[in-house]
Structures are given as C-alpha cells and as structure tokens.
C-alpha cells in the first residue's frame, strides 16, 4: 500500500477485525494494525457471546464460527463464607441465543476471514499516535515513528484507548470506571465436563458468582463451558479493590474462589492452560464524548461498549456490531468521496437505530448502581444463606415452624432502612 490508504484500523479485537471484514467484503483498501503476535493473543474475555442482537449481521459468518458449546444453563450463586445458595435454569427455549468462546481461537478465526476477502492484517505494530491536521485525522504514527496516512482511522484499541484521548473523542478513563479481570482456562476431558455439568453433546453451562468471591466488594466470579476447557475467573471493581485494605490480593481471590466447594469438585484434576488478566470497562461510555470525528470513528471497548447489569454480562456483541455499522458508514463515506463529520456522523445514527445505544442508554447507570449498593456483595448472600441453613437444619431440640422462620428473616430485611434504599437503587436495573 503506497500513500493514502482508504481506512487504518487499530486494535485486532472483535470490533477491529468486524469493521475490517465487513470493509474488506465490500472491496475497499483496509489495513488493520495489531500490537500482539497475532490477533486474539492479546484479547480476554470470560466467555460468552450473545449471538441474538448479532445474528442478521454477517450471518454467512455464524454458520462456521468457531464456538465452543450452546449455553442451555444459566447458573447464579450467592457465595457466603461457608455456605452458598445456588440458582440454576435449564431451558431448550435459551438455548442457541450465547455460546461461550475463546477469544484467540475466535479472533485469529476472524482474522483469517478479513484477510481472504482481501484486508491486510500486520500484527506487533503498536501504534503511538495520530496524524491531526487543522481539526482532522489524517492517519497514524506507529512505533519508530513510521507514519501511515488514510483518508479514515477507526480507532478499536480498547478500553483505555490512548487514541480515542487524543483524538478529543473520549476522557481519561478512571479506576472508578473499570474492573481488573483475571481468568484461568482449565484442561479436561469434554466427557469431564459433559458428566461434571451434566451436559450433552456441545450444551454448556454459564455460571455467575457473587458475594465472598471477591470477598465483599463490588464484583463477582464467572465459570464457563467451553469444549474441552473450563474458564474461571474473577471480577473486581479496580476503585473498590484499591481502597479496600481488607481484600486480598487478585491472584489470591482467584486460588481462594478455586478453592471453594462450589467450584474445586468442577475443575478438580485440570491443568491450567492459560492464564490472562484484563481491563474491563464499568461504566466506561459516560467518559465517551464522541463517537466520530473528521476522519476518525471509536468503536468497541475503547468507545465503552460495555454492559453489566448483574444477570448478564455483555461486551462481545457491541463490539460486532460497532464495527459492522462503522464499515457501513464508511462504505458511504467512500461513495460520496467525503470522510467529515457531515457523513461519519451517520454512525451514530445507525447506532441509535440498533440494539448498542438503546440498551447502552437503557442500561446506562447499572454499573454505578451495582457499586453503589454493596450490600449486594456481603450481607445479602450471607442472610440468603443464613435463612436456608435454618429452613433445612434440623437441630436436636423443637425445630421452628417454617412460617416463623421466613418472618423472622423478613423483618431482618425490612425493618432495616438500608434495605429500601437499596431496593431504591436496583430499581434502575
């Protein structure tokens, strides 16, 4: 490629190599740059894409992805210290709307697809900068200061996205705004797994955990099914973790999380294949200013494409479908030879017409709430587990009528004021 190429994207993740493909598909000159040895070697996430919001775009694609099983199981705990109340729903009706993946495999997957249509994907080129002339950008500077002009940068390099800074399209993300993630991917025999979770043929199991997972603060564990693997980890929001001087360190909530009968009994005999911490964005969309600019369009994580309100956990699928819009867009920027805000600024209306800005809208204070009420993470589980230890234990002298029990635990909830403000607060989920 020798001078001005049509459009630079930056980041080798779901929604770089979306917008790469859907590009590449429609015949115009794309370069995707990626930091890591190829992409997916650096991209992490706990699991599961959810397939419906996504499935009429690049259908051609969903026939053949690499996926690992069906999700027909959802699964959620309260984890008290020892003890722990276990919800599970087991549906034909959900199965086939998320499946559990694992992002080197999907996305090096994904990248052999851009590349066959004709994109150029250079890998272990990290890009420091960009090109701003009089308000526009006007392509990249990578490492060793080698320059790269475009007539549009799509900017999908993640939730700290340097880029997006400098670009005026996003703030300084803070500890406030993102969790530290840190996941295991543990070896066994699909038979394992299938008896473990009593699961058939490619059906799998998505498990949410919170409570004494991360020892009381905001956050939570998740398990996923894959083939022949099985991915654990934890959650921890960065702010509560930092000014927390009671929680462990990362590394030793995941061994303790491990280590609990809830879970040892399903990992028990693994070996551990790979070992992967990341950044999440909480909240990150409200620090988004943007979304485009003359020359310039943020998408994914880096844009806070990010949802998490307490049942589900979603990322992977904003990702696709910003970087399918972004390559719509830019397919009629091209048409029109016109690359300023007056066409980019389509994105965001084709955005606001999909499933990514009403649900991020929707949905937009969930994160905060779920800080906010920290009771979520300590004292609800624990009375949870406290009521069903005394519903089910049988002690030597009268046992207590059942009736006088769940009343007993339900003035302990509602005759605390703390109680209505938090239900106050959850109404906004």
């Known amino acids: 490629m020798n001078g001005v190429i049509d459009v630079i994207v930056v980041g080798g993740g779901l929604a770089g190599l979306s917008a790469a493909y859907g590009l590449a598909k429609a015949g115009i000159e794309v370069l995707l740059l990626e930091r890591g ?89 990290k890009v420091t900068g960009l090109l701003k002339e009089n308000g526009w950008v006007k392509g990249v500077v990578v490492e060793g200061e080698e320059e790269l002009r475009s007539n549009i940068v799509i900017i999908a390099d993640g939730v700290l996205s340097p880029l997006a800074q400098q670009a005026g399209l996003k703030e300084e993300i803070s500890p406030h705004r993102v969790a530290v993630g840190v996941k295991e991917v543990i070896q066994l025999p699909k038979e394992e ?88 964005p909480e909240g990150a969309f409200g620090l988004t200013k943007k979304l485009f600019g003359n020359g310039v369009l943020l998408l994914g994580d880096a844009a806070g494409f990010a949802l998490n309100h307490g049942i589900t956990v979603r990322g992977m699928d904003f990702a696709i479908a910003s ?42 204070n969930s994160s905060e709430i779920l800080w906010s009420v920290s009771r979520l993470y300590n004292y609800y589980p624990r009375l949870v587990s406290e009521f069903f230890k005394d519903i089910f234990f049988v002690p030597a002298e009268n046992k207590e009528k059942l009736w006088k029990t769940f009343c007993r635990y339900l003035k302990k909830l509602f005759c605390d004021f703390q109680t209505y403000k938090d239900l106050w607060k959850l109404r906004g989920l």
């Open 323 to 364: 970087g399918f819009f972004a390559s719509e867009v830019v397919k009629e920027a091209k048409k029109r030879n016109d690359f300023s805000i007056n066409t980019l600024s389509l994105y965001e209306s084709f955005l606001r017409n999909s499933f990514v800005l009403k649900d991020m809208y929707n949905f937009k």
């Open 193 to 280: 797994i299938n008896k473990r979770f009593n699961l058939r043929d490619n059906e799998g199991v998505a498990h949410l955990f919170v409570g004494e997972v991360t020892e009381g603060v905001f956050g939570g564990g998740f398990l996923y099914t894959n083939l022949d693997t099985v991915s654990l980890g934890i959650v921890i929001g960065l702010e509560a973790f930092t000014d927390s001087k009671e929680v462990s360190e990362v590394p030793r909530l995941l061994e303790n999380f491990k280590s609990r009968n809830e879970v040892y009994p399903l990992i028990e005999g693994g070996e551990v294949a790979e070992y992967s911490a990341h950044l999440i």
């Open 37 to 125: 040895d190829y992409p997916g070697s650096k991209n992490v996430t706990g699991g599961r894409l959810y397939l419906e919001p996504i499935r009429s775009i690049f259908p051609e694609l969903w026939e053949e992805a690499p996926f690992e099983r069906c999700v027909k199981k959802e699964r959620l705990s309260f984890l008290a210290k020892k003890s722990s109340l276990t919800l599970e729903f087991d549906s034909e009706e959900i199965k086939g709307q998320s499946y559990t993946l694992l992002r080197s495999k999907f996305d090096k997957w994904l990248s052999e697809k851009v590349e066959a249509q004709g994109g150029l994907i250079i890998p272990q080129k």
